[in-house]
């Protein structure tokens, strides 16, 4: 399968662990135009009835997510991209990016939110409800 022609683009993809600001930094800088954020847990909390565990719908989250990014990759008005979700390893990313289009163009950065652990683990606990991310995740 061949690569598509495009224009240049940018896909942001968060490295880090929960609480480490990965969310709160691409609601900023997603605000530009030209820009979006695809984030996993967005869709995931869109599709969780409150009596639901966090993981219940994992495979149709993992799903719309690449559905969003992939048609962010091919969305001319798009340049900007922000993956939010940990991508804590190796594995985690190429699970990621095997499964987007394969695009001329496209420059893949990975942004690293290297935290204190103790200092994550307390912000996480300062969220509320389902925005709270289970330990062991």
């Given at each position: 399968?061949?690569c598509i ?93 095997d499964r ?35 330990y062991g995740?």
């Amino acid at each position: 399968m061949g690569c598509i022609r495009m224009s240049a683009k940018n896909l942001w993809i968060m490295c880090g662990i929960p609480g480490s600001g990965k969310s709160t930094w691409c609601s900023k800088v997603a605000k530009k135009p030209g820009a979006i954020r695809v984030s996993r847990d967005v869709i995931r909390f869109a599709m969780l009835e409150d009596d639901e565990d966090y993981f219940a719908h994992e495979f149709d989250v993992f799903r719309e997510f690449i559905k969003q990014i992939n048609d962010g990759l091919v969305d001319e008005k798009v340049e900007d991209i922000f993956v939010d979700a940990t991508h804590l390893n190796e594995k985690s990313r190429n699970k990621l990016l095997d499964r987007l289009k394969k695009l001329d163009g496209v420059t893949i950065n990975a942004v690293n939110f290297l935290i204190d652990f103790d200092l994550a683990w307390e912000r996480n606990n300062l969220r509320e409800g389902r925005s709270v991310v289970p330990y062991g995740v």
